[in-house]
């Protein structure tokens, strides 16, 4: 029987939205305070979620523990507590959470083997979330 | 088509063993799980009906009646239990948060007769939960 398994995660971060394909004045009216020089931080909320029949010798789809130390090494330690703009993956695209999140997804689905990746949503704030399934429509 | 959401709480406690592992087996898969004395959880269970709205009364489900059969089927069954030992679903079942969605999906759905079951949703803890829609 295939189930949706879904772990939540927090890290912090900072990021500056602001593109150079744009001029200073359009940078300013795309990205508002965003784009505010220094950068500016959040706490973002990481669901991820996996999917896979249960395995009836564990009743798991895939050990917590096998999601949570790839997680920690591959995502939380890479992204936590940085600077987004800093960082190699956005440096030829603007770290907006539509992009974290897509970023996310790509590294789980590239690295995360124990379970198949269905979907990421990133919380930035309480009031903002994304979500990202591959280009799958997302399943209610 | 709308889609309806009823959510209930229950506590019960549980442990993950299988015995066809060896102890060192068990305690290296289900790591502080496999404690055999058990220890708990406040779940969260979230249920999900679909249906067409009865024109005469703007309901998809009558909330009373589903909030009836979720206490009878499933929290009078699991609330306040060691699920491993006291209900029997969990006979030769693990009672992950995956065979718990499986197990309530099982016990709601051969008794929701107005809407059709959507999805059973468990939080074990807020930052985990465990969906499951019926799938084979």
């Known amino acids: 029987m295939k189930a949706y398994l879904t772990r939540r995660y927090w890290f912090s971060a900072s990021h500056r939205l602001h593109s150079d394909d744009m001029s200073a004045e359009e940078n300013h009216s795309v990205y508002g305070k965003c784009n505010n020089p220094h950068g500016h931080g959040h706490n973002y909320s990481l669901e991820i979620t996996v999917a896979g029949q249960v395995d009836p010798r564990t009743g798991m789809v895939c050990n917590l523990m096998d999601l949570d130390s790839f997680v920690h090494k591959e995502i939380l330690e890479r992204f936590g507590h940085q600077n987004l703009n800093t960082l190699r993956e956005f440096q030829r695209i603007v770290p907006t959470t539509e992009n974290l999140c897509v970023e996310v997804y790509g590294v789980l689905k590239t690295g995360f083997h124990h379970a198949q990746v269905d979907k990421v949503r990133v919380e930035e704030t309480m009031l903002n979330s994304f979500e990202y399934a591959g280009g799958e429509a997302i399943r209610f | ?136």
């Open chain 2, 1 to 136: 088509m709308v889609y309806l959401t009823r959510k209930a709480e229950f506590s019960a406690s549980h442990y993950y063993h299988n015995p066809e592992f060896t102890p060192e087996e068990n305690q290296r898969i289900f790591g502080k799980c496999n404690n055999p004395h058990g220890h708990g959880h406040n779940y969260t269970l979230e249920v999900t009906v679909r249906g067409n709205v009865d024109q005469r009364s703007g309901f998809v489900v009558d909330l009373k009646e589903l909030k009836d059969i979720m206490n009878r089927e499933v929290i009078d069954a699991m609330d306040h239990r060691f699920l491993n030992k006291e209900v029997a679903d969990f006979k030769d079942r693990i009672p992950t948060t995956e065979n718990l969605a499986i197990s309530i999906w099982q016990r709601l759905n051969s008794k929701l007769n107005l809407a059709e079951l959507h999805r059973v949703r468990v939080y074990e803890t807020p930052d985990l939960f465990v969906d499951y829609y019926g799938e084979a």
